[in-house]
């Protein structure tokens, strides 16, 4: 039997658009998905889901998470019927949306696997295979949250013609974010299909407002290394301000944001 742990995550800016190459800021969060693999008697795999969740959000995900067990195993080239196992699946990360719930659970599925089977995977492998865990739940994964729940940390991630890069942002000192759970289970794929959407209708609009949230996360990341965190909070707010201009956010939302602003 072993554990394999994935970090959780949180958005700062550019997360919505990493796959039209805007670069994002993501921070690990210290929540951390923990998953068993044993090994059974029998064929196949089984699978035990003891996370915390938003209600109802293990069920709404349930055909996506078989999915994501499924193409670990195939891009691990790890045959069930030689070797039948069961998932157990906990931790003290919240399965809800917005967190990297599903990468997490990628991630800390192939290091337990790495783990009992000695596969002899590096990080970078593991990184690599979670990210292919992720695309039966976003359609297509840009691999942004399965870095931050690989390596942790605060990060700069980008695609560069279909290139995965990634920097470490420093800080002068650690630095705590609020987490408020809106309570709703989102589906990525259909975001995606609705920015394709914005793309054709206005193609030049949709252009000039992914060249503003390029020059606030270029503007972030040197609001973060100097420890300027009113600066940061500034941007962000303007950054939401203008995910509403595109539809792009939720009345609870925009009334949590509020209240963070008003407190």
């Not at 783990?115 to 002899?120: A, I, K, Q, W």
Request: hydrophobic fraction near 40%; aromatic fraction near 8%; include cysteine.
């Amino acid at each position: 039997m072993a554990k394999g742990t994935g970090f959780g995550k949180t958005i700062l800016i550019g997360d919505q658009f990493v796959l039209d190459e805007v670069p994002a800021i993501v921070s690990a969060i210290s929540f951390e998905t923990v998953t068993t693999v044993e090994r059974i008697e029998g064929e196949g795999w089984v699978l035990e889901d003891n996370r915390i969740e938003v209600p109802g959000y293990k069920e709404k995900k349930k055909e996506q998470q078989v999915g994501s067990i499924n193409r670990i195993l195939e891009v691990m080239n790890f045959d069930v019927k030689k070797n039948p196992i069961k998932i157990t699946v906990g931790g003290n990360l919240l399965a809800g949306s917005g967190v990297g719930a599903s990468a997490a659970s990628c991630v800390s599925l192939a290091r337990a696997l790495n783990t009992e089977f000695n596969l002899g995977y590096s990080i970078e492998d593991i990184n690599r295979v979670a990210w292919q865990g992720e695309f039966p739940y976003h359609g297509v994964a840009s691999g942004v949250d399965n870095t931050a729940s690989t390596y942790g940390g605060l990060l700069r991630f980008w695609l560069k013609d279909g290139v995965q890069n990634f920097e470490r942002i420093k800080t002068p000192k650690p630095f705590e974010i609020v987490l408020c759970n809106s309570g709703i289970t989102a589906n990525t794929a259909a975001l995606d299909e609705f920015i394709e959407v914005q793309k054709k209708d206005n193609a030049e609009l949709f252009a000039s407002r992914l060249k503003t949230i390029v020059s606030q996360g270029a503007e972030m990341k040197q609001a973060l290394e100097a420890g300027a965190w009113e600066n940061v909070g500034r941007i962000m707010t303007e950054n939401h301000k203008l995910l509403v201009d595109m539809d792009m956010s939720h009345e609870i939302l925009d009334y949590l944001c509020k209240l963070a602003l008003e407190n």
